[in-house]
C-alpha cells in the first residue's frame, strides 16, 4: 500500500495546473487557451426562428484556418455542459457558425459557446442568449439602432436577415410605426420590393422611434414571422458632422473573470464623410493605448473603418487579454471627436459566472474527495493490519 502522501502529490500536481490553467491558460483535458465572453447579448423573442452565428471569425487576428470545412472544426455547446449541440432534425440545429433555433423557448435562455479547435490550439467564444416574451418585452431592449439625418430623404434597414434568405427577389417585408402596419406607398414612407430597405422622405424628428419589420418564414412545413425592431434617431441637418458613439450604449456589458473580452467603439459618421475623426478610450480618466499599462493587459485596438446597412462607421476596440477584479471597479469610456465636436460614452462592465471554469473548481474537490476517501481506507486497512497482527500475536 502506498502512503498518503503519493496522493497528496497527485492532489498538488492537479491543483497546480488549475492554478496555472487559470493564469497561463494552458491546455490540458482539453480546454481551450483561448477563452472569450463575447460583448454583446443576444435578445430573442420567444416563438420566433433565431440564429446565433458563432463570432469566432470577427476574433481572426488569431489566424486561425478558416477556409477548411467549419463544420469539421466547430463545435457548439451550451452552458456548462460538455455534450455537444449537434441535432440534424431537432429544434436546435448546429450548422457549421450557425446554431439554429426552430423557434427559440423561454428556457433557450443561458449560455452558449462555440469552439473552434485543430490539433493544438483552441478558441472559445461564450455568447449569452437572453429569450422575451413577445408581449413583454421593452423594445429598446431587443431594438437594433439607426440613424438618419433631417432634411434628407433616406431609408432604414431590415437587419439580420441574411441567413433566412434564399431568394432575395422573393422578400416579403411589412414594415409597422409603433406596431401600425404601414402602407406600401406613402407620402412619407414607401417599401422598396425585393430588398430590406423602407425608404423615408424628408426626414423630420417626428420619424425617430421604433420600427418593426416582419418577414414571413417557413421551415418543415411550419410557418413564422421573424420580426426585427429598429430604434430610429434623427440627427439634425446641423450635427451632420458631428461624431455620434453609437456603441457602447447605455447597456452593462457581460465580463467573466479571466476570460478574454472586446469591446468595439462604434462611431457613426454619416456617408463618407468622417472629417478627420478620432477616437480613443479611457480608464479612470487615463488614456488607454499600448503603454499606458506595463503588462499590456488591456490595450486599444487599430482604427478601423467598416460599412453596416449601407452607413460608414469607425471602430476603435478596447482589448482586455484577460479580465480581472479591478475591471469591475474601473471608468471605461470612449471619446469621438472631430472639429465639429465630441461625444462621450462609458462602458460599464458587469460581472458574470465564468461559466466554462468547471475544470478549476470541479477536478480539485473531486480528487480532495477521493484522496480523503483513500486515506480513510488507508487508516482502516492499516488499523485492521495492526489488529490482525496482534490477534496473530497472542
Ligand atoms: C492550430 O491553430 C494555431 C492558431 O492559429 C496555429 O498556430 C497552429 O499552427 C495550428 N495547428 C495545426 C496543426 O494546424
Ligand atoms: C463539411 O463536413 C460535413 C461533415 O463531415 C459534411 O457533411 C459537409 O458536406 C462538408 N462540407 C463541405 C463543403 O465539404
Ligand atoms: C444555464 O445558465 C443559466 C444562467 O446562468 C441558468 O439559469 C440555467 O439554469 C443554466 N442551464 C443549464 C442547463 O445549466
Ligand atoms: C480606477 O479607480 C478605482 C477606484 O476609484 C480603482 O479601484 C481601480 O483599480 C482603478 N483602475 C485602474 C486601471 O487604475
Excluded at 502529490?9 to 472569450?36: M, P, S, W
Excluded at 489566424?63 to 432534425?89: M, P, R
Excluded at 423557434?103 to 459557446?113: C, E, I, V
Excluded at 458574470?352 to 468547471?358: A, L, N
Aim: aromatic fraction near 12%; include cysteine; hydrophobic fraction near 40%.
Amino acid at each position: 500500500m502506498r502512503s498518503p502522501w503519493f496522493l497528496f502529490a497527485v492532489v498538488n500536481i492537479y491543483l497546480q495546473d488549475a492554478v496555472a490553467f487559470k493564469v497561463h491558460r494552458l491546455d490540458k483535458t482539453g480546454q481551450c487557451q483561448e477563452r472569450i465572453m463575447h460583448f454583446k447579448d443576444y435578445v430573442v423573442q420567444q416563438g420566433e426562428p433565431t440564429v446565433l452565428k458563432c463570432p469566432i471569425l470577427h476574433y481572426n487576428h488569431l489566424n486561425f484556418n478558416t477556409a477548411s470545412n467549419l463544420s469539421l472544426h466547430l463545435k457548439w455547446y451550451k452552458n456548462d455542459s460538455k455534450n455537444e449541440i449537434t441535432g440534424v432534425d431537432s429544434r436546435i440545429q448546429a450548422q457549421e457558425d450557425l446554431l439554429w433555433f426552430f423557434p427559440a423557448r423561454l428556457d433557450d435562455f443561458g449560455y452558449y459557446a462555440c469552439v473552434l479547435r485543430n490539433s493544438s490550439f483552441c478558441i472559445e467564444v461564450t455568447i449569452s442568449l437572453t429569450v422575451v416574451k413577445n408581449n413583454d418585452v421593452a423594445l429598446q431592449d431587443i431594438a437594433y439602432r439607426q440613424d438618419v439625418f433631417t432634411l434628407t430623404s433616406d431609408h432604414i434597414v431590415c437587419p439580420d436577415l441574411t441567413d433566412f434568405i434564399t431568394n432575395v427577389r422573393d422578400l416579403d417585408l411589412r414594415w409597422y410605426k409603433e406596431s401600425v402596419l404601414l402602407p406600401q406607398l406613402s407620402k412619407k414612407f414607401e417599401y422598396v420590393v425585393g430588398t430590406n430597405k423602407l425608404n423615408i422622405n424628408d426626414v423630420s424628428p417626428a420619424d425617430g422611434g421604433f420600427y418593426t419589420c416582419e418577414l414571413g418564414f417557413t421551415h418543415q412545413g411550419k410557418r413564422y414571422h421573424i420580426t426585427r425592431v429598429i430604434q430610429l434617431h434623427t440627427i439634425e441637418q446641423e450635427k451632420r458632422n458631428h461624431p455620434v458613439i453609437v456603441y457602447p450604449n447605455h447597456k452593462s456589458i457581460e465580463a467573466a473573470l479571466g476570460s478574454k473580452l472586446i469591446i468595439p467603439c462604434k462611431v457613426f459618421t454619416g456617408f463618407g464623410r468622417n472629417s478627420g475623426t478620432v477616437v480613443w478610450w479611457l480608464a479612470n480618466n487615463t488614456f488607454v493605448d499600448r503603454n499606458s499599462l506595463p503588462d499590456g493587459r488591456v490595450t486599444e485596438g487599430e482604427f478601423q473603418k467598416m460599412t453596416e446597412n449601407d452607413r460608414n462607421y469607425i471602430v476603435v476596440q478596447l482589448i482586455f487579454l484577460e479580465i480581472r477584479e479591478e475591471d469591475f471597479q474601473t471608468d471605461f469610456k470612449c471619446i469621438a471627436r472631430n472639429e465639429y465636436g465630441s461625444q462621450v460614452l462609458p462602458a460599464q462592465l458587469r460581472k458574470t459566472v465564468p461559466v466554462f471554469s468547471w475544470y478549476t473548481v470541479v477536478v480539485p474537490a473531486a480528487l480532495i474527495c477521493l484522496i480523503v476517501g483513500v486515506m480513510c481506507l488507508y487508516k482502516f486497512r492499516k488499523s485492521r493490519a495492526q489488529k490482525d497482527y496482534i490477534q496473530a500475536k497472542s
